[in-house]
């Protein structure tokens, strides 16, 4: 599975369940080379990491012309999602971004958004605690940039044709 499909996915999932929440922030890739400036208010998710478990399977097929071999790979993508809200001080039942954030991450572990992605072929690991660190906005102001990490797990396949053999002929040389 490619980044793109894999992402695509997982966003889908996502944007279907958090209307159930009550959320209606819109979920987004972070860092896309068109956004400067301040950030809107959103779920923003991009990835951190890769890596891979166990060893490559190989099938083989033969179709006549070649033997076609696949080798299929579990890949592990860390994703880290983050949320920015507006803090609004007239709205005290407002969704702050650490609010927003816990329930993504929740959503994340649900069984709905678990069997979506098995599915479609995508494993779910636990997701890691949510952090909180703070910096100084565009606005000289204090802010927080609560987050978490996940990976999902999914297959990568390589395929390549070998042409048959005809003939082997054995045969010792002097060195």
């Not at 959103?42 to 080798?71: H, M, N």
């Not at 949320?83 to 929740?106: I, K, N, T, W, Y």
Request: no cysteine; hydrophobic share 40%.
């Amino acid at each position: 599975m490619k980044q793109k499909q894999l992402e695509a996915t997982v966003r889908g999932a996502l944007l279907a369940l958090l209307p159930e929440q009550g959320i209606s922030l819109p979920v987004l890739a972070a860092f896309q080379p068109t956004k400067q400036g301040r950030v809107d208010d959103g779920i923003y998710f991009f990835p951190v990491g890769r890596g891979k478990r166990g060893w490559q399977s190989r099938k083989y097929r033969d179709d006549g012309a070649a033997l076609t071999a696949t080798e299929s790979q579990i890949n592990e993508s860390m994703y880290q999602f983050q949320a920015f809200v507006e803090d609004d001080l007239a709205a005290p039942e407002q969704l702050l971004a650490s609010d927003v954030l816990s329930v993504v991450r929740g959503l994340l572990q649900s069984m709905k958004f678990t069997q979506a992605m098995t599915a479609a072929g995508i494993g779910v690991q636990r997701a890691s605690d949510i952090v909180t660190p703070s910096f100084v906005n565009d606005r000289d102001n204090f802010d927080f940039n609560p987050n978490f990490t996940v990976i999902f797990t999914h297959h990568r396949n390589i395929t390549q044709a070998t042409a048959h053999i005809q003939q082997v002929a054995p045969g010792i040389h002097r060195i």
